[in-house]
């Protein structure tokens, strides 16, 4: 399988809650911290990329925030006025203003023809080689097949126009394996776990998108080892507990309470883990981020995501 | 461990009880991957051991494990009675009775379909059109409709005391408040009429005008047709429709019906949540509870904690030395590595626990009730488990 970022479009999707942006953004600045010129699009403009690179506003049109490292937020409309220009050198842009209300009204009716607007805007960019790599902050797991299937939906539902002629060059970049992928980014928990296995499977058959990669975050740490084990069960017991209290002149036992607590986290989401690993083809790769106690959000965390997922990817 | 740990800390107090008690509808919402569903189904289950009376919860995704314990593997939009055996089982005996529902979308459209088309024609068109089926299927904000419209139907046919929704996940909170009026204002726009003229008079001509030169080259003059042929075939339904549709939201804003916004602490689905309990009160619906689930133990926070887990971590040499004629089998060094982990793990925990006591407290819309639910050690799959956290939400008196 080709690398993960060795690919030209990546669409980064995940049940909400998961960390989806986190990881979309931190690939991006570990793409564009190796020389390659990357351009990472929100698709739900809800802000968090420019939050959470501390850019300010991101809007359609892309702007290079730091090195190599462009942003934009889709607008759909916006989009469709792009199209239009490219397409139909349609020169009078006040007549597009009914027209896009028009359209925005289709699309809610007519279900592929906002996310053909979305992803053809993407494939444009393959195309047309403005950018090494383009990560796509995509929809969360509900809606990623509705808009990676689109085109083949459009395909089937209109028989001749424009759009018909134009999904076939979409196809041909969504389908190739070696420039298109999406990676589903999990956290080790069961409702996710489900929805990624779930995905994978809608991917693959309902999609011509490869499953490029699932990306586990916020695994725990492995506090010990078998034999430790043993040990801190010792530990755990009353007379010893209350010595070790003695000895640091206070009550130990929130201390033992934590790492009992941390333990059955930990094993809890092995659980999940093994469970993902069974429901996913053993050719996608999978990668392992860890929980990040100390910080959540912001340009350090991303940081931190981009320096382990650098690990991860051994590089 | 779990009796030591207890419960997470209330700022109000307050629990759900007297909520559950009082109302015929409590609507969960809330951001995904927070345990909405399980929560709604816990009170549910709680409201049919405690309160009695006939409880109903419908419920959009489950997990599998809990759909099997709430019988509802492979169950449509029928609803099912949860056997009072399960509750046996799980050491309670139920005053009243559970029921539960999942909803299925594409039955539920065809349904209101079959209830509002004019003549048998019509509904066949419709249920046989290819946007119908795209729509219903697949449209992803048809959900946050039907869910609601699902819920007015099995409200008014009175069979139910209580009836306990799960929201489907949506791509902003608000979508599913919105939805029946959307739908309602979808169906009387101008903008859906002005695109269907051309195609019910054959007098006018269609290429004459901009916007469908434009839209023709670009989808094809079948397409439109399709699409044309739909809204006018859907027109029909228009009168039952936009009438329902405002029914729907009534019910929403009735006293009669209540919205727990379910979160957890972490800042994301924490802001979100925020978001839509203050929406909630712009709009004058009932802000029954906010639950906040999955919050860490107290004793995370615990001042002399630190102090015992810095000393457990920076002096382990020592108290390993110390320890190890009372700990069997381990050596020193062992001992050493297992004390610098957990007073390690300690501190690690201690912050996340501490940023989320702090999130909690800069809440600013905080309705009646504030109930933290304390993290389960494990996933909650079975009757029990919904009674166990059914038993937080409540409060500790009875629990």
Known sequence: MVGLLDRRLLFVTGKGGVGKTTVAAALALHAAEHGRRTLLCEVDAKGDVAAYLETGPTSFAAREVQPSLWVMSMDTEASLREYLRLNLRIPVVGRIGPLAKAFDFVATAAPGVREILTVGKFCYEVRERHYDLVVVDAPATGHIVGQLSAPQAINELVKVGLIRSQTDWMLDILSDPATTGVAIVTTPEEMPVNETIELAGRVAAETTVQLASVIVNRVLPELFGRSEEEVFTELCRPEVSAELGRLVQGDASPVLDAARLAVTLRRTRAAHLERLRAGIDPAVPMLYLPFLFTRLHGLRTIRQVARSLGEELGS | ?399
Request: with cysteine.
């Open chain 2, 1 to 399: 461990m779990a009796t030591r740990r207890g419960r997470a800390p209330d700022h109000r107090g307050a629990s759900l009880d007297g909520l559950l008690a009082s109302k015929e509808i409590v609507v969960a919402c809330g951001p995904g991957g927070v345990g909405k569903t399980t929560t709604a189904a816990a009170a549910a289950a709680m409201a049919a051991a405690r309160i009695g009376g006939k409880v109903l919860v419908l419920t959009v995704d489950p997990a599998r494990r809990l759909a099997n314990a709430l019988g509802l593997e492979g169950i449509g939009n029928t609803e099912r009675r949860v056997p009072d055996a399960a509750f046996v089982d799980a050491g309670v005996k139920p005053i009243g009775e559970l029921w539960a529902a999942m909803l299925d979308t594409k039955e539920s459209w065809d349904a209101l379909v079959r209830l509002h088309a004019p003549d048998e024609r019509t509904r066949d068109e419709i249920l046989s059109n290819p946007l119908y089926r795209n729509i219903s299927g697949r449209f992803v904000q048809s959900h946050d409709y039907i869910a609601m419209e699902r819920l007015f139907e099995i409200h008014a046919e009175g069979t139910y005391d209580l009836i306990v929704v799960d929201t489907p996940p949506t791509r902003n909170a608000l979508d599913f408040l919105d939805a029946p009026e959307r739908m309602a204002e979808f169906f009387s726009s101008r903008l859906l009429r002005w695109l269907i003229v051309p195609y019910r008079s054959k007098l006018v001509n269609l290429a004459s005008r901009p916007f469908y030169q434009v839209a023709d080259r670009i989808l094809g003059t079948q397409f439109l047709e399709d699409i044309a042929q739909f809204f006018i075939l859907f027109q029909s339904m228009y009168g039952g429709f936009v009438e329902r549709a405002r029914a729907v939201h009534r019910l929403m804003a009735d006293r009669r019906t209540s919205f727990i916004v379910v979160s957890t602490l972490e800042a994301v689905p924490l802001r979100e949540a925020e978001f839509f309990a203050q929406a909630l009160v712009d709009r004058r619906l009932h802000l029954g509870a906010i639950v906040l689930n999955k919050v860490l133990p107290d004793y995370l926070r615990d001042p002399t904690g630190l102090v015992v887990a810095q000393s457990v971590r920076d002096r382990a040499d020592e108290l390993a030395a110390a320890l190890a004629p009372e700990v069997g089998g381990g050596d020193v060094d062992q001992i050493r590595r297992v004390l610098t982990e957990i007073g390690q793990s300690y501190l690690d925990y201690r912050i996340v626990a501490q940023r989320e006591d702090e999130q909690r407290s800069e809440l600013a819309t905080v309705p009646e009730s504030l109930v933290s639910v304390p993290y389960f050690e494990t996933d909650v799959y079975d009757l029990a488990g919904l009674l166990r956290l059914g038993a937080q939400l409540w409060g500790p008196e009875i629990a």
